[in-house]
């Protein structure tokens, strides 16, 4: 065989060789063995620049891997250097942004300007509205509603700073609720988020309701996914994390809730703007699950308690909520009502105004079987008043036992 064909041999070997290093993403050198005398074959071994190896096609190489996938790994990468240029370029063009319309707020205010009456502001942006809506729709819970407003003063308050152009920044509040079960925790965070709306902390004011189940995989990858998308799902609101404190299992140092734990307080602390984080939970665990996670607690600016409610104000829930649902309590049904309740209170699984909704429900399931029997009974006349479709009666109520077994 002649030297020239020799010569082009190594030369497509080569280059084809160096083509293949192009494509996996490594700068390479090539080296070629010498001919040996008299063979037309070539040697080719591709050296990484970066350290020795073997980049041969054998798939027992460590090094050996599908060309998609490396593409894919490099793409991956690629989006999230990308990403986080981005977010941080846009925080900067946030920053300058305020700047700006700090100094041309403090331009076009007179010195003579006055900030106005709290008054003004409670009624111009609507929270004077929603704080006696929460009064109608809570019973009772004076301290919580005593914190509210203390949280609605002053964000009134920085508003009013900041139309005389004085400095003003976005308090912490990342909230607390501690109490038990059926103490109107979600409703505050309900009413917290229309005010944090209306006073422009937040863009929606919505409130996205999580567990340990909607936050934590079950196997590795699969958290972070799962956390992220409620956070995406909550962002411009309230996210509002129930019985928080089964996110972080002391017992288990692989546990995945931590995953989800270290992206919450990334979140609280970078999208605070944004995004308001409530913690709920008993009063016991919150605290043993605030000393596992300082983290958590230092970025926790408002606690709120909740207390168990007392007898006559559980009572005046069940009225309230018959009256929503449109009936009446009969003669002697409110102390049939209040008897059952006191009982309940002192037995397990007690969840203060659910166990009132579900003796109410019980009651009407009851109410409406009476009056069917009654009206299909032999010697009635079958006809069906509204007052018989709107009472409930003493006898309507549930046994305590039945009722435990429903709580």
Known sequence: RSPQRDICSLDMVAFSSLVFGAFVGSASALQVA????????????????????????????????????????ADIERRLEEEAIMAREQASERARAERLRKVELLKMIPDD???????????KEGVKDILEKLDYDLIGLKPVKQRVREIASLLVVDKMRLKLGLETGVP?????????????????????????????YC???????ATRDDLVGQYVGHTAPKTKEMVKKAMGGILLVDEAYYLYNAANDRDYGQESIEILLNVMENNKE?????????????????????????????HIEFPNYEEEELVEIGKVMCRELEYELGPGAEASLKTYLAKRMNMP???????????????????AVRVFNEKMAPGSDGMVSEADLMTIMPADFPDIQEGVVVD
Do not use: C, W
């Open 113 to 123: 300007v006055k900030a106005g009456t709290v008054d003004e502001y409670m009624f």
């Open 172 to 200: 912490s509040l990342h909230m607390g609720f501690t109490g038990a079960p059926g103490t109107g925790k979600t409703t505050v965070a309900l009413r917290m988020g229309q005010i944090l709306q209306r006073m422009g």
């Open 203 to 209: 863009r929606t004011g919505h409130v996205v309701v």
């Open 274 to 302: 944004d995004l308001i984080v409530v913690l709920a939970g008993y009063k016991d665990k919150m605290d043993r699950f605030y000393s596992f996670i300082p983290g958590m607690a230092s970025r926790i600016g408002n």
């Open 349 to 367: 699984f007690f969840a203060n105004a659910r166990t009132v909704r579900n003796s109410i429900d019980l009651a009407r399931m009851a109410s």
């Open 34 to 73: 010498p001919l040996p005398q008299g063979v037309g074959a070539v040697s080719v071994r591709m050296q990484s620049l970066t350290g020795p190896g073997d980049y041969s096609l054998d798939p027992g190489n460590a090094n050996f891997g599908r060309l998609s996938d490396k593409l894919k790994a």
